[in-house]
Structures are given as structure tokens and as C-alpha cells.
């Protein structure tokens, strides 16, 4: 008889829980946790159901009860990613929720680059986090509002960013389509519904873009800048995800050659230098 994965897993997360932080008594319980029943009705499903559901028995749930069962549970979104997994062999869709910024340990992971440019994004491409490289060489974002580093404002609205693009037109397809793919992915719809309304109205091109409706993976590629200070800059990019934060994405961009990594070195050794600069009297 084969096992019975999703069953066994449920009752592992049904015995981990505490039935007095649901005001449930917790006398006279031959075994630990929430009973079957008591997580059936916090589901609002079959007592019945719920019980063959442990024993393997009646078929695959469907992606509602899970979610329910989830609730129920009060599941992370690592144990109901597990959970779907388990029970319709696919991961739920995507819930997408605002990002708060990141961990003081991702934002060394950046520092860790120390002549690579490298920022990390949500899935609405707003940039939440950056190193120094990035500064430098990219864009200062520290210098901007918040609601100004998102990447698409910065591309169709920021003159001195398309000023360093010396292909911009095809940086902004670029980003157009990466953008559609990962904000459909996190199921972002309607939280981009206002960037974009905005982007439409201040940008034509922006608009003819987005009517097109291409997608793009943005996994690496080669970028070209012409830096005001630094000249001609060749990069290579890469994009991970950050594993836990299904809402972030980190960049990193290496500098192509060596005569490129001279001139971002540069580039950062200068920054640093104005950084240090005493302010000039008003």
C-alpha cells in the first residue's frame, strides 16, 4: 500500500498545535493537538471529509479545501506551498502581499558584492534594497523618494536614467515584458493597475509597450550603460529568487571584462569620496 504522504502531514501539523490558543480545553485528549473534528469545523468542512482526507481515502481535495485546511491550520506559506504539493502536486497560486523591505542579513548578502551593482525588488519592481556598486554605478536610490525607485518610473520618467540606457528601447521592452511576467506571477494585478494607469498617461511609449502585451523571462542577460563620470560600461545580470520571499527578486550585475571592472571600481571609490566630502556652506 503506498503511503500516504498528505495524510501523515496533516496529522503531524494537527498534533503540533496547541488546543487552549484556540480556546479549546485541553483535558481528556488521548493524543496531542487539535482533534479531526475540531480542525473540520475551524475549516468549515466534513468532519467526514476531513477524516478520509487523512487516510487517504475520497480522492484528491480540491485547491479550495486546501486553502481552507490552511486556515485552519494556520499554516506558513513554506507548509501550504508543502501542503499543495502534496495534495494536487503543484504549489497554491500566489498570494501576493506588499513588501515591508528586507532582513538585515539579505541586505549583507548585497553589501557582500563589493564591485558588483546588485539591488533586490518586489514583484512590482519597486527596488527595496541596494549595495553601494549599485549606487554608484546604476542609481543612487538613496537620493530618491520611495515611491520613485520603482523601476519602470525610473526607465519611462527619469531623464538621466534613459540618458545612460545606449539602447533604451530596448531596455524598456526588456522591462515591460519582465515586469507583465512577474507581477502576474505574485498575482499582483491589481496593485499595478495604478502604476500603470499613471505610466500610460505620462509616457505614450510606455503605453504603446504595455498594449503589446509581450512577456520576457529575466533570468540574465548584458546590459550597456554610458555613465556620465565613467563612460562605456558593459555588465552582465543575473536574477535569483530569494528563497522564503516569494515577493523578492535580487539582480546582481558583473562587470564584463576587466577594463569594466576598473571603471566600476572607480566609479565606487569616487562615490565613496563624495559621501565622505564635508558639505559644502549654504
Not at 81 to 97: D, I, K, Q
Not at 121 to 150: H, I, S
Not at 232 to 242: D, G, N, Q, R, T
Amino acid at each position: 500500500m503506498a503511503e500516504n504522504a498528505l495524510g501523515n502531514y496533516l496529522k503531524g501539523l494537527r498534533a503540533k498545535l496547541d488546543p487552549a490558543a484556540f480556546g479549546l480545553s485541553g483535558a481528556r485528549r488521548r493524543t496531542p493537538g487539535l482533534r479531526r473534528e475540531e480542525v473540520a469545523q475551524r475549516a468549515n468542512i466534513s468532519a467526514t471529509w476531513y477524516t478520509w482526507l487523512e487516510q487517504g481515502r475520497g480522492g484528491a481535495p480540491s485547491a479550495d479545501v486546501l486553502n481552507r485546511i490552511s486556515r485552519a491550520l494556520m499554516l506558513t506559506d513554506v507548509e501550504r506551498e508543502h501542503l499543495f504539493l502534496l495534495g494536487l502536486g503543484r504549489p497554491p497560486e500566489v498570494r501576493y502581499r506588499p513588501s515591508e523591505g528586507v532582513s538585515p542579513r539579505l541586505q549583507r548578502v548585497l553589501d557582500a558584492f563589493e564591485i558588483s551593482p546588485a539591488y533586490i525588488k518586489t514583484a512590482t519592481w519597486d527596488v527595496v534594497a541596494w549595495n553601494a556598486a549599485a549606487a554608484a554605478v546604476l542609481t543612487d536610490y538613496g537620493m530618491l523618494a520611495p515611491e520613485q525607485r520603482n523601476i519602470l518610473r525610473l526607465v519611462f520618467l527619469n531623464p538621466r536614467v534613459r540618458a545612460k540606457q545606449t539602447d533604451w528601447e530596448g531596455v524598456a521592452r526588456f522591462v515591460v515584458a519582465g515586469f507583465r511576467v512577474d507581477a502576474a506571477r505574485a498575482g499582483a494585478g491589481e496593485n499595478v493597475r495604478a502604476l500603470v494607469q499613471e505610466l500610460s498617461l505620462l509616457s505614450p511609449e510606455f503605453a504603446e509597450m504595455w498594449r503589446e502585451t509581450d512577456i520576457r523571462a529575466h533570468f540574465e542577460g548584458a546590459k550597456y550603460l554610458q555613465h556620465p563620470s565613467g563612460g562605456m560600461i558593459a555588465l552582465e545580470f543575473s536574477a535569483f529568487a530569494v528563497d522564503g520571499r516569494p515577493d523578492l527578486g535580487m539582480v546582481v550585475y558583473n562587470p564584463a571584462t576587466p577594463q569594466d571592472e576598473e571603471k566600476v571600481r572607480a566609479l565606487i571609490k569616487a562615490s565613496e569620496a563624495a559621501r565622505k566630502a564635508p558639505a559644502e556652506p549654504a
